[in-house]
């Protein structure tokens, strides 16, 4: 009972399964952007101790880090109608993307900015650099140097982690690949070639964002 | 020594088969001379067969059967049966009747027998009181909820217009979530979904909108059984007049009867 191959069915939908993808990359984009701007305020509210914001980012980081993913986006979706404020499927998935990755990097940058070493700090006020150079050049950079491969990884199992907003219905890859395979049942052949092209994806990310950070962030000190 | 194998294995069959034949020549004097009629009915498709909470079958499914009984004046027996069994056991003569959700269709016709409608089951596009949506068209516009890969994802999406636009959701609860927390216009299903969600949220009870594809249920019974299936469509009728097939469908699908059925 060999199983016969057939991507023909597959590949009648290239159109649809490359439109999920490019959907995937402008959600994973937008998030990304968002989210690390997030975390990188949480970061340093965290990390400087800001009050009254340091207790609210604590809360906000445990209480993302410590739920699954899917309850989120349905509570997003599907939860908060009920308060009066609906979503639609992008901007549910968006705002749990970029949620979700903030709560992330807000500890994955908080380490790098507590390691800055005080002393560094002091020199820079000590030579006149105003709080926003200090911040930028003297904190910001170094600490997402000491961070860029752990933040890398995150945007990347965000991207995989977008697999799960086919389930409100946002067309992305997933919820092409589930289409498409709920039409011609090529489960085999349709799964192989979704995950070929999250595995293209993912390369493809962590390739950027590593010359990124050669080119911005660690090269350029 | 194949062909051997091959001449017994036919000569099997063919006993077999002589002795249902005998079996299903049972008919409407056998079952009030038994005094009991044997129906099988579904046991995992609420809300036409379950298994309640005293363990005992309900259903729309098991009402019928029991109208069916009361109105030949003999007992009931029920057999718990699923989809893929329930015609194997009518036609093995394990029941005298199938009360099963069960749909006509060309291929079951050459087997069975099926007596009049009896209950409505039908695939459509479903949404509040005020939306106005008489026909395909008008679906321009909206948003729909819809479960990806069922029969009503591929109806609608064959029929919709361009300017709909379908939402696919993974499972029923989801779809239905959609639109109970607002997030589409509509909501295409089936009327039994619809009959959960009557159960559950009562007070958005969606309307239906558009008819989609209709598929009513039947009573089926052994070929060539004249007196049975006359009984058997008299008792329907008579149910349909009295309104008795109504109450039924109001209690179990919340909807009554349609009036063409």
């Not at chain 2, 016709?109 to 009181?129: K, T």
């Not at chain 2, 993974?170 to 009327?191: C, F, H, K, R």
Request: hydrophobic share 50%; net charge neutral; proline share 5%.
């Amino acid at each position: 009972m060999a199983y016969e191959m057939d991507f023909g069915p597959v590949l009648a939908n290239t159109d649809v399964l490359l439109q999920g993808a490019m959907f995937t990359l402008g959600l994973t984009a937008i998030g990304t952007l968002l989210g690390v701007g997030l975390g990188i305020a949480g970061a340093l509210v965290r990390a400087w101790r800001i009050r009254p914001f340091n207790y609210l980012f604590g809360l906000y980081v445990e209480l993302i880090r410590n739920t699954p993913f899917i309850v989120q986006l349905f509570f997003i979706f599907f939860g908060l109608p009920a308060l009066g404020l609906r979503l639609n499927e992008w901007e549910a998935a968006v705002l749990a993307m970029v949620i979700n990755l903030g709560a992330y990097s807000t500890e994955i940058i908080r380490a790098g900015v507590q390691a800055v070493p005080p002393g560094q700090i002091e020199a820079a006020s000590a030579l006149a650099m105003t709080r926003m150079e200090i911040f930028r050049h003297v904190v910001l950079r170094p600490a997402l140097a000491k961070v860029w491969p752990a933040l890398s990884s995150q945007i990347i199992i965000v991207m995989l982690g977008s697999a799960v907003c086919s389930q409100i219905s946002t067309e992305e890859l997933t919820f092409a690949a589930n289409f498409i395979q709920s039409r011609n049942f090529r489960a085999f052949e349709t799964y192989l070639a979704t995950t070929l092209l999250y595995l293209a994806m993912a390369i493809l990310i962590r390739q950027l964002l590593g010359w990124i950070g050669r080119r911005y962030v660690v090269g350029a000190r | 020594m194949l062909n051997s194998t091959r001449s017994l294995l036919t000569a099997l069959c063919l006993g077999i088969a002589l002795a249902s034949g005998a079996a299903i020549a049972d008919n409407l004097e056998d079952i009030t001379k038994r005094g009991v009629l044997k129906v099988a009915v579904p046991q995992d498709f609420p809300p036409f067969g379950s298994v309640g909470p005293d363990m005992q079958p309900r259903g729309l499914d098991i009402d019928t059967a029991q109208l069916l009984a009361d109105k030949m004046d003999v007992k009931l027996e029920l057999t718990a049966v699923n989809s893929t069994n329930r015609i194997p056991f009518l036609t093995t003569g394990k029941v005298d009747l199938v009360v099963s959700s069960l749909g006509k269709n060309p291929e079951r016709e050459q087997v069975i027998d099926f007596s009049d409608a009896y209950a409505p089951f039908y695939l459509g596009v479903f949404g509040p009181e005020e939306a106005q949506v008489s026909s395909v068209d008008d679906l321009d516009g909206k948003t729909i909820s819809i479960t990806r890969g069922s029969v009503e994802d591929i109806e609608l999406s064959a029929v919709a217009p361009e300017g709909a636009t379908l939402k696919r959701f993974e499972d029923n609860n989801s779809t239905i979530a959609a639109y109970l927390s607002g997030q589409v216009d509509l909501i295409a299903t089936g009327n039994v979904v619809m009959a959960a969600i009557a159960e559950r949220n009562p007070k958005r009870l969606p309307v239906m909108k558009l008819n989609l594809k209709n598929s009513p249920t039947y009573v089926g019974l052994n070929k060539d059984q004249p007196a049975l299936l006359k009984k058997v469509n008299e008792i329907i009728a008579a149910a349909k007049q009295d309104g008795s097939l109504n109450d039924i469908s109001e209690k179990w699908l919340r909807q009554p009867l349609p009036a063409g059925l």
